[in-house]
């Protein structure tokens, strides 16, 4: 089982990036962004229930970002809109095979991703 993200980039404030995270041998129940700046611990970012489509972000990214999902290519993508030099830092995406837990916090995550760059410029 294979966590693989990709989109990031380096942009100026303001614009937009979209992150994809394909899945390879199965579809979990549960993905997750998450994002860690250099210094900082890992947070959460944005998240959603596979089989219904819940959906549920970090205040910090309410509004700018949106998570969603392609089923014919068990892909989750993260849709990054105005974005600021704040938002620089690593991205990651994870899943999980079941709800157990809290979906805001790391721990309940059994698989991650490599992570992909996110670096904005003011």
């Known amino acids: 089982v294979q966590l693989q993200a990709s989109g990031g980039g380096l942009v100026q404030a303001g614009a937009s990036l979209r992150l994809s995270c394909a899945a390879s041998?199965?579809?979990?129940?549960?993905y997750g962004w998450f994002r860690q700046a250099p210094g900082k611990e890992r947070e959460f970012v944005a998240g959603?229930?596979?089989?219904?489509?819940?959906?549920f972000y970090a205040d910090s990214v309410k509004g700018r970002f949106t998570i969603s999902r392609d089923a014919a290519k068990t892909t989750v993508y993260l849709q990054m809109n105005s974005l600021k030099p704040e938002d620089t830092a690593v991205y990651y995406c994870?899943?999980?095979?079941?709800?157990?837990?809290?979906?805001?916090?790391?721990?309940?995550?059994?698989?991650w991703g490599q992570g992909t760059q996110v670096t904005v410029s003011s």
């Open positions: 994870a899943a999980d095979g079941d709800y157990r837990g809290n979906d805001y916090s790391s721990s309940s995550y059994d698989y």
């Open positions: 041998g199965r579809t979990f129940s549960r």
């Open positions: 959603m229930w596979w089989s219904i489509g819940r959906t």
